[in-house]
């Protein structure tokens, strides 16, 4: 994770009820490192998700102002609030439920966010081309 250091209190604040023992937060990864196995966007989800990107980019990065900007790109789609979550979810945690992806977008931080939700529809890296993925985090990508 790009950020070099953990708030794990923050961590645990968002996970709330869903650990029930410390030892549980193991089982949230993402807030720690990006190295899980992210997935494949569809060609639908990746242009939604590109498009996502896009938006995020400029706005002052907190929870409320995230799920605003998901909430005008989902009616942009004329899709339901969910379709786009489901990605945005996966993209960025490698699952398909947790604790409020809105407050998870925010922990991880701006540059983190968009790098993980890039990292999802970058053709690159689907060939293993590693270079892109370090362009992309170096903000030397080409379009």
Request: hydrophobic share 40%.
């Amino acid at each position: 994770m790009n950020p070099p250091y953990v708030d794990i209190g923050r961590a645990i604040e968002i996970l709330g009820q869903r650990l029930r023992v410390a030892g549980d937060i193991v089982l949230h990864p993402y807030f720690f490192t990006d190295a899980y196995d992210f997935p494949i966007l569809c060609d639908i989800d990746a242009e939604r998700i590109c498009l996502l990107c896009d938006c995020l980019g400029g706005i002052e990065w907190t929870a409320k102002n995230i799920l605003q900007e998901t909430k005008d790109i989902a009616e942009y789609f004329n899709i339901k609030l969910q379709a786009i979550c489901d990605p945005f979810r996966w993209a960025i945690a490698g699952a398909q439920n947790g604790p409020d992806l809105f407050a998870i977008a925010e922990y991880l931080g701006k540059e983190e966010t968009l790098f993980r939700l890039r990292r999802s529809f970058l053709p690159g890296y689907y060939r293993g081309i590693e270079e892109d993925l370090r362009d992309l985090r170096n903000g030397t990508a080409q379009d």
